[in-house]
């Protein structure tokens, strides 16, 4: 592989995982609640470590693989 060629896949991934920010949020955001986290609390104690940092973790992780991923058209 070029050295060309592993810059512009690093800087598609990059350029993935800064879109897939929003979403993510929004994913984590949703399980929270699903999973039963107070809307209106402001205490630390009802903070979820899953859904606050996992959920967005593995979609960043998610998305930064796809954009390093070789295009294998021909």
Do not use: K, N
Not at 9 to 20: E, G, N, P, Q, S
Not at 36 to 56: D, K, L, N
């Amino acid at each position: 592989m070029t050295r060309g060629g592993w810059c512009m896949r690093l800087m598609r991934a990059t350029v993935f995982a800064a879109v897939a920010v929003i979403p993510s949020i929004l994913l984590a955001l949703a399980a929270y609640l699903m999973l039963g986290g107070p809307s209106q609390s402001t205490e630390w104690e009802t903070w979820m470590y899953g859904p606050c940092y996992g959920v967005p973790g593995l979609c960043l992780a998610a998305a930064f693989a796809l954009g390093l991923r070789e295009d294998t058209e021909e």
